[in-house]
């Protein structure tokens, strides 16, 4: 057998060059690179071995979550075929890849992640950052990666390589099994050398399969679709990731159905096209919902039914309601009692269109749909030019940047008012140019998310839509987009505070307290004091982007437009009035409230949920 003497680090650079993936007869390199940052756990051992493959690009990131958020936003962009590894030191180098860990998992997004952990030779022990337990010597804090991984190892040995990588890729490739797979990697092992198997670097290419579903369920899913009245679909992400946006709107244009979008399907169908329904759930259009509450046959193509798609289980209240689920993940296909197609979203549309050649919704229906439609178009209209005075409503600034954007520029997101608002709002043309990090929600992915978009596709501006909440917990890779020419457009809403958590607090009896960015006031000891003096703009301008400050609604458009003019990340600070919302449209958010309170407001929010909660339902 043809060996090759590389070190641990050396040999997993090497492998990762030469992962591909094949679907539809595409061909495509699996891993783009690394971000991460360097510290003694990493630098002489990964550290070395990308120093050595200058063909395979390093990016050096301000902090480790970042560099997970980055490679997010790269692979959803790429629709999962590609995505980068993540290196760190070990200790809070490495920990700091958690929540994006978590979030990669939660959006079934494919990423590498390679902490650096603890000597496995021992002796030296308990070294710098380690974490040390009194009843085993094989704990460290990389084992806090285990629930938030699809795949978790620690690599002991060099040649535990040989059978752990191609799990890794098993589980990275696998559309159902895919989210964050985490190779623990201690320091003394990543610089061991072995004599490696050459066939282990040999170009690999891993078939990302299309698969159908069993035909009995297939027959069963067809008559219930067939014997409906109302039936309704719910496009979620895999639409996306399945590149079934052609299939579906076949489907439904022969079919006569309607769609609601989740926050990961948004896009699935053009805005105007007359089936889409836009936005379902807590966060849905008025029309979308109406149409759920009466649904009798809810097909749900690639969702994973968060609390915000089914609006706390009080979406669909037909009680006769069935689903039918189409989902690569047997996991999502059996939710809610389907009839469970586990199978490619885009070929199940495809056999669903052949098999229901005769038949579409009734009339009745299709005007009900339309008129629905119509409504909510003119109320996302009324939004986008509400003319509020002094300071403009968020929906304005949200239909300023609509306006300004192509239609292939991606609007990225991810935590506050606006998920919400652009949910509803953004008029989306195509796939892929929505994208709302909406299954962890996490503060801090908007920034690195948008940079790891705008690497996927470089020709397309990128907006990231950010908080004032948001901007102030991680900002520090706006310098790294500088470092590598990756330009974005950041829009900043000033709202001093959580407009969200603030709006939420406010609707269960609590005012408010605690989310707002005001100096800490020595009479009532709260914090009620004058606003905190936060300059954004200069802030934004001391990591190296430009900035503007736009004190209306003309300078912001004038903004926006100098903006995509400039070819460095520039951010524009808006500010705008808090208290003017985007009204939530025939929904409902579980948020349980106190039971039990001093506070008459709480109690009337408590009584007003008790009420609520009794729209929750089991499907079963
Ligand atoms: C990392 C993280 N911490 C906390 C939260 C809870 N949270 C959701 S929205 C929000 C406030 C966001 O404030 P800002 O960015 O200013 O947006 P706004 O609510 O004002 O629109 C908070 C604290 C979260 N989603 N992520
Ligand atoms: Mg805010």
Not at 246 to 261: D, N, R
Not at 395 to 414: N, Q, R
Not at 482 to 492: A, N
């Amino acid at each position: 057998m043809a060996t090759i003497r590389l070190t641990t680090a050396q040999a997993i650079i090497k492998f990762l060059k030469n992962q591909y993936v094949r679907r539809d007869g595409r061909e495509i390199q699996f891993f783009a690179g690394m971000l991460g940052i360097f510290g003694h756990g990493n630098v002489a051992g990964v550290g070395q071995a990308l120093q050595e493959n200058p063909d395979f690009p390093y990016i050096l990131v301000r902090n480790e979550q970042s560099a997970v958020h980055m490679a997010c936003g790269f692979t959803k962009m790429k629709n999962r075929m590609q995505t980068f590894a993540c290196t760190s030191s070990i200790g809070p180098g490495a920990t700091n890849m958690i929540t994006g860990a978590a979030l990669a998992t939660i959006n079934r997004l494919p990423v590498l992640l390679l902490p650096g952990d603890i000597f496995a030779r021992r002796n030296v022990a308990p070294v710098l950052q380690q974490l040390e337990s009194p009843y085993t010597q094989d704990i460290g804090v990389n084992d806090a990666f285990k629930p938030v991984s699809r795949y978790w190892d620690r690599i002991y040995r060099p040649e535990q390589l040989i059978t752990s990588l191609p799990e890794v890729m098993r589980v990275l490739t696998s559309p159902a099994d895919t989210g964050a797979v985490t190779l623990a990697l201690p320091q003394d092992v990543q610089a061991e050398a072995y004599d490696f198997p050459e066939e282990l670097f040999a170009q690999r290419v891993w078939h990302i399969s299309r698969w159908t579903s069993d035909r009995f369920l297939f027959s069963q899913a067809v008559d219930a679709i067939r014997t409906s009245k109302h039936p309704m679909i719910v496009a979620g992400g895999g639409v996306l990731y399945s590149e079934a946006s052609q299939a579906l709107a076949s489907f439904v244009k022969q079919t006569g159905i309607p769609v609601g979008e989740t926050q990961a399907g948004k896009g699935a169908l053009p805005y105007d096209h007359p089936q889409n329904m836009g936005a379902i759930g807590a966060t849905g259009t008025s029309a979308a919902n109406q149409l759920a509450q009466d649904a009798d046959v809810i097909i749900g193509v690639g969702t994973r039914y968060s609390d915000f798609t089914t609006a706390s289980k009080t979406a669909f209240q037909n009680p006769n309601v069935r689903f039918i689920n189409i989902n690569v993940a047997e996991f999502d296909s059996f939710k809610h009692s389907a009839i469970p197609l586990t199978a490619d979203a885009r070929l199940m549309l495809e056999e669903l269109t052949e098999a229901l050649k005769d038949f579409k919704v009734d009339a009745g229906y299709q005007a009900r749909m339309a008129t629905l439609k119509e409504s909510w178009e003119m109320e996302v209209d009324r939004l986008f030019h509400l003319n509020n005075q002094p300071l403009p409503a968020q929906s304005e600034v949200i239909g300023a940047i609509w306006d300004s954007a192509e239609p292939t520029d991606v609007l990225v997101s991810a935590a506050g008012s606006h998920p919400g608002d652009l949910h509803k709002l953004w008029r989306t043309h195509q796939p892929n140019t929505y994208h709302m990090e909406y299954g962890y929600s996490c503060m801090g992915y908007e920034i690195p998310g948008a940079m790891g978009v705008k690497i996927a596709d470089p020709l397309r501006e990128v907006y990231a839509f950010v908080g004032d909440g948001t901007y102030l917990m991680m900002p520090s890779d706006i310098l790294t987009s500088v470092q590598e020419g990756i330009k974005i457009i950041m829009v900043v809403v000033d709202n001093h505070g959580f407009a969200s958590i603030g709006g939420l607090s406010q609707s269960l009896g609590s005012g408010g307290f605690g989310t707002r960015f005001r100096m800490r006031d020595l009479q009532s000891g709260q914090l009620e004091g004058e606003y905190l003096p936060v300059d954004f703009a200069a802030n934004a301008r001391s990591l190296g982007a430009e900035a503007i400050t736009a004190c209306s609604m003309d300078e912001f458009r004038q903004a926006l437009q100098a903006a995509r003019n400039a070819t460095k990340t520039t951010v524009i600070v808006v500010n705008a009035d808090r208290e003017i919302r985007v009204p939530g449209y025939d929904s409902w958010w579980d948020v349980a409230v106190a039971e039990t309170s001093t506070m008459d407001s709480v109690k009337k929010a408590r009584a007003e949920y008790e009420a609520a909660l009794k729209k929750e339902r089991y499907f079963l």
